[in-house]
Every structure is written in structure tokens, then in C-alpha cells.
């Protein structure tokens, strides 16, 4: 008999009998099964019986609660982005998002397959001991900065750390990480131990600051940069009050341990420190995860600290509430400009363009039609705009991902002037058709963009161009004869025009107003 049978409950006594109080199939309620019961089919049947403790218990955020700190005002000396970089950040309409790690390596979803309330122990001891085999050999970041210029991006986020803990870049920090040791004879691959190192991409095989090396490479061609930093860590013991921590302790607390508490918040400073003095002025911070609200005035403070480092950059919201520049729609596109849920915030779309946010083989595209109508709705309501995309473990990225890059460029080749720079209009769409309207920031001219199917003739409301104006389609450089009659504005495509554009996923026209 091989196969392996796991049964997980809780050990207890019941009228004087020993019985595990456990779940069944989809039945909500846990109920008892006596022992004798649970192994009688399995005597003299060779079965080895392993019984592993669980930390059960609840963790200290459940019994904390936000209402205890005040995440929607900031404290009267704290500076937000200046407006230099407000003003960066709402011209820089479109980027690339890149979710990377050792996780690359087995093609599965970023941190979260190794969430220990998710997975099965063993798994932890693969999922973290990865990085001993990630090796992006083929890495090369002047190829990345190239294919965001094909893709016509202006800026970039990538992950310096994800909530795995695992750092991109060369930190000096040190954690307890996991290590395999490799066997030099015999078969099998060697026992896992606790080691205190860097864990980061020094520690590789690979040996490079990736981080570095991507910033170098998009700062050469003028591009942005942006960086993501998670607050979790789910690999650090001294953040093991998370549930999803593989350490996992509910009794773990500031009084009962303070030297560990304060350990795993002097190592998100540091960290911090690092990524916001190492590598020059820095555009965007895309924090991501929360404390919770635990060690509130020790994380605003490390805040504060990234702000007097970065006076320009912009910081997202995530963990950190209104000392937060922009927030960060997930998967979503504002109803509105000012939609409730942005806080009154600017606010960045990030999206996959595929299923995942990091690499799965064969994983599922988004239809380009679908991106870009995203796209498009969401820059005519103020938006900006990030695809996320992900490489394989070499560094190279998958020839679809590349395909799906460069189209999007070679529409904004000839459209990009009614996305770069602009701004929203005094409405985002014309009603019940699929027109979206930018303005250029002078307020000189307002952009018509239109989504296929193509038709020869557009009529809008509420737009007055100036009675002498010329309206250009855009890539073209063509005139458009137009009319305006009762607050209604015409436009009409002749036939040779259309037979250019018919096929078009999307057109756009430029107005002097």
C-alpha cells in the first residue's frame, strides 16, 4: 500500500475514549471519529503513522483592529509626493509591471503557493529552499528596457521583494531562511536546514543585483522607475505572527518576545533605506501587504524615513492609508473619475495581461481588444495604467507576452498623443457608444478616442471645437471634414480614410478647442 493518507484534526478525550475532531467532505461542522474506528481497516497492513503538532490559535492581528490607529489623516510634519511628482506620475500613463522570483523557477503563482495555511508543510521546504536553483542566466535588462520602449511604456515596477521575503536586490539585512544540503553521493537531495543569510539574489547562483541592473538599464533610455515592496514577509521567524508566516506562533507577541518583534521592523527599515538611497531618484514605490495595524508608529515612521530619502517619488496607499500618494486599483477600473473607493486619491490600474501575475506555462492571455478598451477607459477617467507581465526563470520573457507588448506599441506609435500626458476631460465617454475623451494638460486640444467596430460617421455632444478648427486623425495626419449643429458635433470619414482604419482596434482624433 503506497498511497499516503493525511488526516488533519485535533486530539482529545471524549467520556474516556481518545477520538480526532476533524472535518469531512463539504460538511461544515467538525465532528468526532474515535481512533479505534479512524485506523481499523489499516491493522497489520505495514502503515507508518506520522503525527505532526499545529500551532492553533489566533494571531495577534485578529484581536487587533483598525479602528486602534488613524489610517485616513497623517501627521502634520509629514510631507506627501511634491508636486514635481505628482505631476510625473499623472504624465507617465502606461508601464510595465513584473512580478519575479524564485518561484520562476517551478512556474507557479508569486508567495501565495507557499502561504502556510494553504499548503501542505512539506511544500514549505521546496517552495523556500528555490532560490539554491534560480539561476537567470539569459537575464538581460537592456532587453527589457527595449521591449518596454517597443511596447511604448514610460516607466517600470518590479518586485524588489514579494511576500515571500525573498529580495531582488543586494540587501545587507540577514534572516533564518531555509537551505538543502546538497549530497555528494547517494540518491536523494539532501536534508533542509535553518540558516542566517542575506536571502537574496547575492545568495544565488546567479550572483547579480537585479534591481540595480533594470533601473541602470530603463534610466539610460529615460524611462521611469518604479519598484514593489511587500510589507509581509512570510519567510522572516520574527514575522511569524502571520498566519501564512511557515514559522507560525499565535503566542508570538511584542511583550513575550520584543527583541524578535522589533527585529523583523528594523529589517523592513533597513530594507527601505536601502532600495530608497542605492539607487538614485526612484518615481514610484507600489508598497503592497499590511501590518494590520500593528507597530503602526514604527511603520509610518519608517515612511517618513522613505520620504525625506525620496521627496519626488510616489508612494502607493497599501499598508499605509492616507501617508499613501495613490492607491491602486487591482484587477479593476474605476466607475468614475472619483470613484469612492480611490479615497479621493490619483489612482493606477494594475492588471495582468494574463491570468497570473507571475510565469505559468500556458497560461491564458487577455483578448488585446480587452486590454486595451481597460486601457483606454481608464486613462479618459485620470487613471494611469500598468500590464503586468512576467519572465520565465531564464529572465527571457515568452514570445506571446512579447507579441502582445509590441502590438499595443504600434497603436500607440500613432495614438500615443491622446494618452501621453494628458489628462481627463470634463467627461471620460460619450454615452452609450464606445468614444473616450482625454485633453492635452494646456486644455488646448481635446482627443476623441474610438473603439472598433468602425463606422463612417461619429457624432458627439457637449464638444466645441473652434469654428476654424482642424481635426486630425491621429498617425494619419489626415484632416477630418466635421459639422457642429445643435450642440452636436459630426464627424464624417471619407471612403479612402475609412478603408485605412476600418480594421483598426481603436482610432483617435485630436480637437483645438
Known sequence: MNEEIKIRGKYKIVDGKPVIETLFANNPDPFDIPVSEL????????????????????????????????????????????????????????????????????????SWPANATRCEPGFLDVYYTLWQVFNPTEFNADEWA??????????????????????????????????????????????????????SIMDTLYKHDIIGEVINAFRKRGLGIGLYFSHIDWNDPNFRWDKANRSYDPKYRPETHPEQWKAFIEREREQLREICSNYGKIDQIFFDGSWHGLAWNELIDIIKMCRGLQPD??????????????????????????DDRTHGMLWQVCDPIHTSWAYIPQDKYKDIGVLLHNFVDAISKGGTYVFAIAPMSNGKFPEKTIKVLTTFGDWLKKNGESIYGTRKWIKSKEKDKEIYFTTSKDKKYVYIIVLGPMEKQFELTGLQPKEDSVIKLLGENISIGWKLSDNKLELTLSDEIYEKIKDELAISFRVEV
Open 39 to 110: 485506523f481499523e481497516d489499516l491493522e497489520n497492513k505495514g502503515i507508518f503513522v506520522k503525527i505532526m503538532p499545529e500551532n492553533v490559535g489566533n494571531p495577534i492581528y485578529e484581536e487587533a483592529s483598525w479602528e486602534m490607529v488613524d489610517i485616513n489623516h497623517v501627521d502634520s510634519n509629514y510631507a506627501h509626493c511634491s508636486e514635481e511628482g505628482r505631476e510625473r506620475f499623472l504624465d507617465m500613463k502606461f508601464g510595465m509591471m513584473v512580478h519575479w522570483g524564485f518561484y520562476s523557477v517551478l512556474g507557479i503563482p508569486e
Open 313 to 338: 517619488c510616489m508612494f502607493s496607499n497599501r499598508g499605509i492609508g492616507a501617508y499613501g500618494d495613490f492607491t491602486s486599483p487591482e484587477r479593476w477600473i474605476p466607475k468614475t473619475a472619483d
Open 146 to 199: 527595449e521591449l518596454a520602449e517597443k511596447a511604448g511604456m514610460q516607466f517600470f515596477q518590479l518586485t524588489t521583494k514579494h511576500h515571500d521575503g525573498f529580495c531582488m536586490f543586494d540587501t545587507k539585512t540577514k534572516t533564518k531562511a531555509r537551505k538543502r544540503n546538497v549530497l555528494d553521493h547517494g540518491p536523494g537531495v539532501g536534508l533542509v536546514k535553518d540558516v542566517e543569510i542575506n536571502y
